[in-house]
């Protein structure tokens, strides 16, 4: 299989990171093509070869975006360029990648058993933990602790994302596709970024059908119940582009279902 894994986020930290990266990424699917494209704002003084350096032979292209675009998305601009990018790329040298990866390198996969009695279950379900701005040092983490993906190929029509809810590291934040799926998203993305919301309430089946994840602030703090989709703000890129998953009839799968696994965010105060 052909692999490409596009990266947006902060690389000041890409060298201490990379070792995580390359265990749940990577070793797994060694046996596989992988191409790496990245999207970074501003150069902070890091030497584009660093970047080869860091990721080696795997990495394909970088791209450097100087302006956020938005700042209530401030890595949308870096998604819609990231995949365009990546498109290009298919389309020039006449490829197509069989899995497409939309990852933030910044959050590292682990195990829920490294939260300890920190984590929150419901039915013995782990759906996150006592605070949300809770996290473990990803400096510290033992390589024991990390959850890697392995890939299999995907059916055209399946998406899988970490978590299908509004708020958390969302489909917008991440996911694993086909290209078919992964152009419908960039289609998406691209009439996002020129025309804004374009889906009107009330418009969409799924309405008021229940999302099927919680995150761990809602339940402990606020004893939320489970959120319909109308819940979410209509204008709300996580909103319009779930709407425009499910009138693309796709198969959404979700990580944290399937495999122990939980986010870990390796922090820094420069994007």
């Not at 401030?74 to 006449?94: D, S, T, V």
Request: one cysteine or more; glycine letters at 4%.
């Amino acid at each position: 299989m052909r692999i490409a894994i596009c990266l947006y986020g902060s690389f000041d930290n890409m060298g201490e990171i990379y070792p995580y990266f390359y265990k749940t990424f990577i070793k797994p699917n060694i046996n596989h093509i992988i191409e790496i494209y990245i999207a970074k704002s501003y150069h902070h003084g890091i030497n584009i070869n660093y970047y080869y350096t860091v990721f080696g032979h795997y990495l394909k292209n970088v791209i450097y975006i100087e302006n956020r675009i938005d700042e209530s998305n401030p890595y949308f601009y870096h998604k819609a360029r990231l995949l365009n990018h990546k498109k290009g790329i298919e389309n020039a040298h006449n490829i197509k990648y069989d899995i497409i990866i939309l990852h933030n390198i910044d959050n590292v996969f682990v195990k829920w058993d490294i939260y300890g009695d920190r984590t929150i279950t419901i039915d013995n379900l782990p759906i996150g933990y006592t605070n949300f701005v809770d996290t473990i040092n990803t400096r510290s983490i033992d390589h024991d602790y990390l959850s890697p993906i392995k890939l299999n190929k995907l059916d055209k029509n399946t998406l899988i994302c970490y978590e299908d809810y509004y708020c958390g590291y969302t489909i917008n934040d991440f996911f694993i596709c086909s290209s078919k799926i992964c152009d419908y998203i960039l289609e998406f993305y691209n009439n996002f970024s020129k025309y804004g919301p374009v889906i009107s309430l009330g418009l969409d089946e799924n309405d008021n059908k229940k999302i099927n994840s919680i995150h761990s602030y809602d339940a402990h703090y606020n004893n939320l119940n489970w959120w319909l989709y109308c819940d979410i703000p209509i204008q709300s890129i996580e909103r319009q582009l779930r709407f425009n998953l499910a009138r693309g009839d796709i198969n959404i799968k979700q990580l944290r279902f399937s495999q122990n696994l939980a986010i870990s965010q390796f922090r820094s105060d420069i994007y």
